[in-house]
């Protein structure tokens, strides 16, 4: 399994990205993914996930909520993450994860409960 996460970069605050997750080795069908951010001296944080073993779902932090959208292309084995209106603490690295396991609840959260992690690609968000 390797999952190759691209797209970081330096914006202004108020400004968009969007990274990008390619996925190989995992039944599509069976696919829980997750974006998590970490900034220096904290963390690994949840950001965003979408489940699509069972049915769709997808959840997002409080704290992008509104801003932050999760997507997939099906044809390209890909998962992005659209960050819109970005603030200055959005700073961090950014990692995209995975697996086969369905999540409820808390179960999301908890970089623990994903198997596979990609290289992680830095986001910077200038004030």
């Known amino acids: 399994v390797q999952l190759q996460a691209s797209g970081g970069g330096l914006v202004q605050a108020g400004g968009s990205l969007r990274l990008a997750c390619a996925i190989s080795?995992?039944?599509?069908?069976?696919?829980?993914m997750a974006w998590f951010r970490q900034a220096p001296g904290k963390e690994r944080e949840f950001v965003g996930g979408a489940m699509w073993n069972g049915g769709s779902r997808i959840v997002y932090a409080d704290s992008v909520k509104g801003r932050f959208t999760v997507s997939r292309d099906n044809s390209k084995n890909t998962v992005y993450l659209q960050m819109n209106s970005l603030e200055p603490e959005d700073t961090a690295v950014y990692y995209c994860?995975?697996?086969?396991?369905?999540?409820?609840?808390?179960?999301?959260?908890?970089?623990?409960?994903?198997?596979?992690w990609g290289q992680g690609t830095q986001v910077t968000v200038s004030s």
């Open positions: 994860a995975a697996t086969s396991r369905r999540k409820v609840g808390s179960a999301w959260y908890g970089p623990a409960g994903y198997d596979y």
């Open positions: 080795g995992l039944t599509r069908s069976s696919t829980t």
